[in-house]
C-alpha cells in the first residue's frame, strides 16, 4: 500500500461516524495517569489530540505511514507527531497505553506486531485498538464483484482474503501473553446523507487503494461503477442511507511489576 494514498479532506467526510469507535473503544481503558500515550496509526491526529486533553499530564505521540495525514496534523504543547510505518515503529521509552484506532486492517501482518506491542508496554500498561469487521459486509462484497466482471485485468490481485481476525481470537492471543483482556463487537447503524452516500464513505477508505492503482482518467468509471452496485444493496431512504458497520474492539492491559 502506497504511504501517500490517503486523501485527508475524502477521509473527514465522515468524523462524527469515524470518531464515535475511538470513544466507545477509550471509554474501556482505565488508565489514571498515564506518562506516555502512542495514537498507532493517528491520521491527522484530532483524536490523537483527545488523547491528550483527556491526560493531561500525558506526552502524547501519533504516528503514520501517511505523509499527506501527518501534513495535516497540529503539534503542540506534549503532543508530536511522525511519519512511521507500524511494522517499523520501536518506542524509546515504555509505554503506557498505545491505541490504535481503524488502522490494523491495513497491515496483514498485525498478529504479530500486536506482541511486539505488549513487549512495548510498561508494567500495567494499556493496550486499546478497534478494526472494521465488515469485510464480508455487502459495501465490500459489491466491490469485489465490480472487480471480478470488469476490473481484474487492473485490480485482480487487491482482492485480499478477510485481514481481520475475531473478537475471540485476539482474546487468546492476548490473554496467551498474560494479558487481561476485554473483547467485543459492536454493529453501529449509521445513517447516511446525500446521494451515493455509502460510495462516498468507502472512496476514503475500502477503495482507497483501487484508486491508488488505476490511472486518473479511469476513477471516474471505475466509482461509477462501483456506486451502482452499492446503490442497489443500499437503498436510499426519505431519511438518508441506511448504512451497518460492524466493528471489533479490543483492550488489553499487562500485568503490573510483580503482578
Not at 475524502?10 to 469515524?18: N, P
Not at 475511538?22 to 506518562?35: Q, T
Not at 501534513?71 to 491505541?99: H, M, N, S
Amino acid at each position: 500500500m502506497s504511504r501517500d494514498m490517503w486523501d485527508p479532506e475524502i477521509y473527514a467526510r465522515f468524523t462524527e461516524e469515524r470518531s464515535r469507535p475511538f470513544h466507545d473503544l477509550l471509554a474501556r481503558v482505565g488508565a489514571e495517569d498515564p506518562s506516555y500515550v502512542v495514537d498507532a496509526g493517528c491520521g491527522t491526529g484530532e483524536l490523537t489530540a483527545e488523547l491528550a486533553r483527556r491526560w493531561p499530564s500525558a506526552q502524547v505521540h501519533g504516528f503514520d505511514a501517511s505523509p499527506a495525514m501527518i501534513g495535516k496534523a497540529r503539534p503542540g504543547d506534549r503532543l508530536t507527531f511522525a511519519v512511521e510505518d507500524i511494522l517499523d515503529w520501536r518506542p524509546r521509552r515504555p509505554v503506557d497505553l498505545l491505541v490504535s484506532n481503524a488502522v490494523l486492517q491495513w497491515v496483514p501482518e498485525h498478529r504479530v506486531v500486536l506482541p511486539c506491542w505488549v513487549e512495548a508496554l510498561a508494567p500495567g500498561g494499556w493496550l486499546a485498538f478497534q478494526v472494521p469487521g465488515n469485510f464480508h459486509a455487502p459495501s465490500h462484497e459489491a466491490v469485489r464483484e465490480v472487480i471480478r466482471l470488469k476490473w481484474f485485468e487492473w485490480l485482480g490481485d487487491l482482492l485480499r482474503e478477510d485481514p481481520v481476525g475475531e473478537p475471540a481470537d485476539y482474546l487468546d492471543l492476548l490473554a496467551q501473553l498474560g494479558c487481561a483482556v476485554d473483547a467485543w463487537e459492536t454493529t453501529y447503524l449509521h445513517v447516511l446523507p446525500g446521494e451515493n452516500a455509502v460510495l462516498g464513505w468507502i472512496t476514503g477508505t475500502a477503495l482507497r487503494p483501487m484508486l491508488d492503482r488505476l490511472p486518473p482518467s479511469e476513477h471516474a468509471e471505475f466509482l461509477a461503477d462501483c456506486g451502482r452496485l452499492l446503490d442497489e444493496v443500499y437503498p436510499r431512504m426519505p431519511y438518508g442511507t441506511p448504512f451497518p458497520f460492524r466493528r471489533i474492539f479490543v483492550v488489553a492491559r499487562k500485568p503490573a511489576a510483580g503482578g
